[in-house]
């Protein structure tokens, strides 16, 4: 399993910009941490109905490293992703937990507090540059109004803009900022939505799916144009994608989502290649591994459940093989079973502790290959 750390992107050739020692830095959390999402819970909340599209999410982001966040359509991925910022529609209620940005509950902080993190500390990019960035204003403008934010004077933000637009592997910049969204390819409109999120200089970049809709050869050049920014600007990443290739490809450490709630999660080598949840377990062996000739590809049956429903006992029991009475009437909660390996699970495989023939837990290292497939 090769990491793509390296690539020749032309975006690498800046020196960090922040020193950003986790040790020395009292503004961080506790042990070097950046964020630290605890139990929490968002809801939809209208006069018809509830839904609990995140119901007990905690997992901690180390300073400088990328965390992925995966699951199936619809597990809550990129609702918890935006209750980090609390970018949410008026539906959208956090009744429960914390989110500790270096230290400081997002939950509790003013509206205008919230906003000068999105604004200085936190940068966002997603699946569709489209629906993002402005059509109507060119893109010299876009990346102006994120400079404006930082209190940049005016007369320095063209060179800053060249240079983030270099920085993300732009050719050509300097024409590139007269251009409006629509002159420009999907690949390049990534990389633009890159450069306007990097304006502020974020610690931490929450990127919601941010290759799903491009080709693969561009999704690979995407993927390397973030691992190279991540090192050499040293943010922190959290990557929210249902494809367990890129999370392979780019994530440190990764947590599993199903039915709103975290159910595994550890360094992701623990997580694809030694799987202690029935249903991480499931989810790698329905992929398709490269160069695999032996035709064991064995999707997940039945569907996750309706998240307008109170759920009794744990969520997966309907398609969990290895489902009991206890797993119908008790939610297991979320347990480190093994260092740094936490399963919510009354009967978790055995992972790293041994081998299970022929079941969960059995995939081959290092096989998965992006854009392959996912949850
Ligand atoms: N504005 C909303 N109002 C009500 N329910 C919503 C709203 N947005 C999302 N949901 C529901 O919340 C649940 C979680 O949605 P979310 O978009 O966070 O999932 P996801 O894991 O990001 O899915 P995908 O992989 O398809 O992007 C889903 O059941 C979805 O239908
Ligand atoms: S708690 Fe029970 S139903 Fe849920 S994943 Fe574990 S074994 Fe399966
Ligand atoms: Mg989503």
Known sequence: MARRDGGTEAAVAERPERERSAAG???????GDILRVEHLQMHYVTKSETV????DVSFAIREGETFGLVGESGCGKSTAARSITRLLPETGRIVGGSVLYRGRDVVKMSAR???ALRGREIGMIFQDPMTSLNPVTTVAKQIYESLRMTGMPKDQMRARAVELLTMVGIPEPEARLSNYVHELSGGMRQR???AIALASRPRLMLADEPTTALDVTIQNQIICLLNNLRSQLGMSILLVTHDLGVVNEMCDDVAVMYAGRVVEVSDTKSVLFASMHPYTAGLVRS????????GRLEPIPGMPPRLDRQIKGCPFAPRCPYATDVCHEVAPELEELAPGHKVS????LPGDRGRVTGAAGDADAG???HGKGGA
């Open 25 to 31: 830095d009292k503004g961080a959390g506790a042990h």
């Open 287 to 294: 992929l398709p591994a490269e160069h695999d000739t032996r």
């Open 345 to 348: 699970c009354h009967h978790a």
């Open 192 to 194: 633009v939505m890159i």
């Open 113 to 115: 507090e919230v906003r």
């Open 367 to 369: 096989t998965l290959a």
């Open 52 to 55: 609990r599209a995140v119901d």
